[in-house]
């Protein structure tokens, strides 16, 4: 028996035959027939159980020939690299993001991320395996989207999930059968649940029926060059065992190692496990780095001799704050919902608030060095070395050089900056940012300040250099440990 049904799909009609299967009178195999050429369509069988289609019958088949389109949405330091992975294992990918700039320099071949190069993604382009687009009505055509948006924290310091939210209500907008849905933005447990699906359901469609639902926690590392996303094992967690099985081959075709998990409140939760982690214990070390200076101790000695240790101890380092879009956030994330199921995480807030006062010690250590030159914060020259959150990327998201910055102009310092990655100061979300350009680290302008506060370890500054030519220096990083001439100017921060 057959039947046709219609389906709209990307502004063309497409007419659909079914046939009832040998194995059950009310599932059928249904595929594509009329003008699939004039819309790009692929015939694309479907099973169709009791009128309702439950099952993309060639997704699975599609992932594993690599013939499906893959769509990443956020074309950031999480999605490029994601493109990266998808292309090279030979996937289609189409590109969404909603800054049209980013899209015109990735459809000329210019990446403007470092370690994503522009040569790739112009190779890319040239082997039709990529394409960026702004058109957010064209979420129907790919059958995998990864959604890779911020996931920023309100200027209450609870979770923003706006762009989460309107993602998905673009995805809702235009969700066909067969389509796999996975979110890889750092969040909360139940996230996906509560407030992904639920916008979903609003396309008429269900999940583990018509399309399938999973989340995969990113786990960027920008700038560091032994990993990238194809060979960091991926984490994922599915709304059902069928959107698990296809979440996972899926990923299992461009990463080196699938590591699935129960639910995707399990994957969820793994990720801000790993942030947290991190983040506390950043906290320990910060927390001993002002007890050590009292002390008169080098916390960093401290640590490369705790290190030597070959188990049990793993180092971690101080810092003027936290950066980067996970360690300063996640863990907000965390007492968040612990907060909403009535309980306080009185370890993770505490170490929250040592990492936040990070950048007043600084501004107190700079006071003190200054103060021993005769000098006042107020009307002194001070030079920020480094932007980015870390060494070597030209990541600027959540750096304690803007808090540093803020700090010193309420303070009535006159600032400049030098970074290479950064010609000219980027505008940040929460900071009144000043229009300033990239200093030269020249002789001349280095004696013309009355402090270089090193905020950021960028390989690609000579140390010595700068405190040879210096009057005053503060090392919040242990940049200069090296150093062996004037080390009389150095300040440990």
């Not at 967690?237 to 995707?264: F, K, N, T, W």
């Not at 790993?274 to 906290?283: D, M, W």
Request: net charge negative; aromatic share 8%; charged share 25%.
């Amino acid at each position: 028996m057959h039947r046709r049904f219609d389906l709209r799909l990307n502004s063309c009609e497409f007419s659909y035959v079914a046939s009832t299967s040998a194995n059950s009178r009310s599932r059928e195999l249904a595929y594509v027939v009329g003008p699939q050429a004039q819309c790009g369509a692929r015939r694309s069988p479907f099973i169709v159980d009791s009128g309702k289609i439950v099952l993309n019958a060639s997704l699975e088949q599609r992932l594993r020939d690599r013939s499906a389109r893959i769509g990443v949405i956020g074309l950031g330091y999480v999605g490029l690299p994601l493109i990266q992975a998808f292309a090279n294992a030979g996937f289609q990918v189409l590109g969404f993001d909603v800054d049209p700039e980013k899209v015109a320099q990735l459809r000329a071949g210019r990446s403007y991320i470092r370690h994503i190069a522009s040569e790739q993604v112009a190779d890319w382009n040239r082997k039709q395996l990529f394409e960026a687009t702004d058109d957010m009505r064209r979420l129907s055509e790919p059958d995998a989207l990864l959604i890779c948006v911020p996931t920023p924290l309100s200027d209450s310091r609870d979770p923003d999930l706006s762009y989460v939210e309107g993602t998905a209500r673009q995805i809702a907008a235009v969700l066909r059968p067969g389509q796999l849905v996975v979110l890889e933005s750092t969040t909360y447990p139940t996230t996906t649940r509560n407030v992904v699906l639920p916008i979903l359901l609003e396309s008429g469609l269900q999940p583990g029926e018509d399309f399938f639902l999973a989340f995969s926690p990113e786990r960027e590392d920008p700038g560091n060059p032994q990993y990238s996303a194809a060979n960091i094992p991926k984490v994922v967690g599915g709304h059902d065992p069928r959107s698990l099985q296809l979440a996972q081959l899926l990923y299992e075709q461009a990463i080196v190692r699938v590591v699935p998990v129960s639910s995707m409140e399990a994957a969820e939760a793994c990720k801000i496990l790993e942030n947290t982690y991190r983040a506390v214990n950043i906290a320990l070390v910060n927390e001993l780095k002002v007890l050590f200076d009292r002390l008169g101790i080098d916390v960093w000695e401290v640590i490369d001799a705790a290190r030597t240790k070959p188990f049990g101890f793993q180092a971690f380092y101080p810092g003027p704050g936290l950066g980067g879009h996970c360690i300063p956030i996640d863990p907000f994330y965390l007492t968040w919902i612990a907060r909403t199921h009535g309980m306080t995480t009185r370890f993770i807030e505490l170490a929250g608030e040592v990492n936040t006062q990070m950048p007043r010690y600084v501004i107190d250590r700079i006071a003190d060095a200054l103060n021993d030159a005769g000098k006042a914060i107020r009307g002194s020259r001070i030079c920020i070395l480094g932007i980015s959150y870390k060494k070597d990327i030209d990541d600027p998201r959540e750096s304690p050089s803007f808090v540093l910055m803020d700090l010193l102009r309420e303070r009535g310092a006159v600032l400049s900056y030098s970074d290479l990655f950064f010609p000219r100061l980027p505008r940040m979300r929460h900071h009144d940012v000043p229009d300033l350009t990239n200093s030269e680290l020249t002789p001349e302008f280095l004696a013309s300040q009355d402090c270089v506060l090193i905020a950021t370890d960028h390989s690609n500054v000579d140390y010595e250099f700068v405190v040879r030519n210096a009057s005053l220096v503060v090392d919040t990083r242990n940049a200069t440990r090296n150093v062996t001439v004037d080390r009389h100017k150095i300040y440990k921060a």
